[in-house]
């Protein structure tokens, strides 16, 4: 039983490292260790706001991408307009000067693509005649009166005007009927 006994507490000496065992008096050791504590719960706070910021910096480029992926788009649809404005000028014209029906189903067609493509990017035509003048989407290059129309009211258009998730991507010409002058 002796021999027991004495097994035990060199079990619980080996458990426990003691002062003799390190060559550190029980203070000192008790002081390093905490310091080492200390530092590994700094080590882990810093790693918890690397991880924080990193997670932010990853939302911003994703954002930032997304932005300039919709820009270059943009970019892009811009230069149809011009395109598309020509076709819609080209079919008025051919109307008026007695082209083949043919040529003129030949311009409706391509018309009707790049309206489609527009449709498929989210693009929306701006309205304009017998709506109300908008500086924010409308341009006005003339003035009209016009007895019927009521002032601030958009008469004709001149260009067409665009928008695309809510960002005026081409502001339509139009003329505005005029305020009337009492004399």
């Known amino acids: 039983m002796a021999n027991i006994e004495i097994e035990d507490e060199e079990k619980e000496q080996e458990a426990q490292p003691s002062a003799a065992k390190t060559g550190l008096p029980a203070t000192i ?24 910021d990193f997670d932010t910096f990853r ?12 820009q270059g788009q943009d970019s892009i649809l811009i230069e149809l307009f011009r395109i598309l404005d020509l076709f819609e000028r080209a079919i008025k ?9 043919p040529v003129i189903d030949g311009l409706k067609l391509v018309q009707k693509e790049i309206n489609l493509i527009f449709e498929k990017y989210g693009v929306e035509r ?18 009209e009166d016009v007895p019927n129309k009521e002032p601030g009211t ?3 258009e001149y260009e067409p005007g665009f928008i695309r ?19």
């Open 154 to 156: 958009i008469v004709s």
């Open 93 to 101: 014209l051919s109307q008026q000067a007695d082209v083949s029906q």
């Open 126 to 143: 701006i309205p304009t005649e017998g709506a109300e003048f908008n500086p924010k989407i409308h341009e006005a290059i003339g003035v």
């Open 59 to 70: 939302r911003n480029a994703n954002k930032e991408r997304g932005l300039l992926f919709g």
């Open 29 to 52: 050791e008790a002081e390093e260790s905490k310091k080492f504590k200390d530092a590994i719960a700094g080590l882990e706070k810093q790693l918890l706001y690397l991880r924080a």
């Open 165 to 183: 998730e809510g960002r005026v991507l081409k502001p339509a010409r139009v003329v505005v009927a005029k305020e009337r002058q009492e004399p």
